[in-house]
């Protein structure tokens, strides 16, 4: 079965600062990525997805993922963070033919100033 | 593009009465719809999956009796959460895909329930 892992249960950052919050899956065929982000009484915003071709995915608010096969991985950048950016992310993944999806259990973002 | 809308946002009701939550898709066609329940602080967990014009398939340990979905259209399905009790007090969260991007779930705001 699929799963995804969110090492980070919370991470602090500056405003300014640059982020990166990790997501490992697990799951035998090349998967197809996401990441979402949830501020506190709403619903999943897409930041991001990848399927295949170029491993650097740009996103919306200037977010980007790196996918890497060799490490399972789909981490989640951004170069500064604006106070905005504090919420609840969410790493998913889904599979060719299985259109549900498998979330990680989240990292929750705190901005200081 | 490929917005979700919920009715209602948040919802108080007294236990034992039933309490009908919206989901509409309002730019796109949602072949399927999900269903997801998020306990504070946690994951979201998914209830059930409805496509449209046919009966929705529920995950393990999900009462069907308890959380009927319709799914009539191909942009409104509808979560009723039948003879409430406090312990179904939760978030509810639906989304929902089209055929032309089968692989992507774009989700609503969410329902808060209370069952007093």
């Known amino acids: 079965a699929q799963s995804v892992t969110q090492p980070d249960i919370h991470i602090t950052v500056s405003e300014g600062a640059s982020l990166e919050l990790r997501c490992n899956y697990s799951?035998?065929?090349?998967?197809?990525l996401f990441w979402y982000v949830q501020s506190p009484g709403q619903g999943l915003q897409l930041l991001l997805k990848?399927?295949?071709?170029?491993?650097l995915v740009q996103g919306i608010k200037g977010f980007e993922a790196e996918f890497k096969r060799s490490q399972s991985s789909f981490n989640l950048r951004k170069p500064s963070v604006h106070w905005s950016d504090a919420a609840e992310y969410f790493c998913?993944?889904?599979?060719?033919?299985?259109?549900?999806?498998?979330f990680g259990t989240g990292t929750r973002l705190t901005i200081i100033p | 593009g490929a917005v979700v809308s919920q009715h209602p946002s948040w919802v108080i009701c007294k236990s034992g009465t039933s309490v009908k939550i919206e989901c509409r898709s309002l730019?796109?066609?949602?072949?399927?719809m999900f269903w997801y329940r998020q306990f504070p602080k946690q994951s979201l967990m998914l209830m059930a999956t409805?496509?449209?014009?046919?009966?929705?398939?529920?995950e393990q340990g999900v009462e069907k009796d308890k959380f009927l979905i319709n799914h009539a259209s191909l942009t409104l399905s509808t979560l009723t959460v039948t003879s409430a009790h406090p312990e179904d007090s939760s978030f509810y969260i639906c989304?929902?895909?089209?055929?032309?991007?089968?692989?992507?779930?774009?989700f609503g705001p969410g329902t808060r329930l209370l069952v007093l």
């Open positions: 799951y035998g065929a090349t998967p197809y």
């Open positions: 409805s496509n449209e014009g046919s009966k929705a398939t529920y």
């Open positions: 990848y399927f295949s071709g170029d491993t």
């Open positions: 989304s929902a895909r089209s055929e032309m991007e089968w692989e992507t779930q774009y």
């Open positions: 998913a993944v889904a599979n060719f033919g299985n259109e549900k999806l498998t």
């Open positions: 730019d796109f066609q949602a072949t399927t």
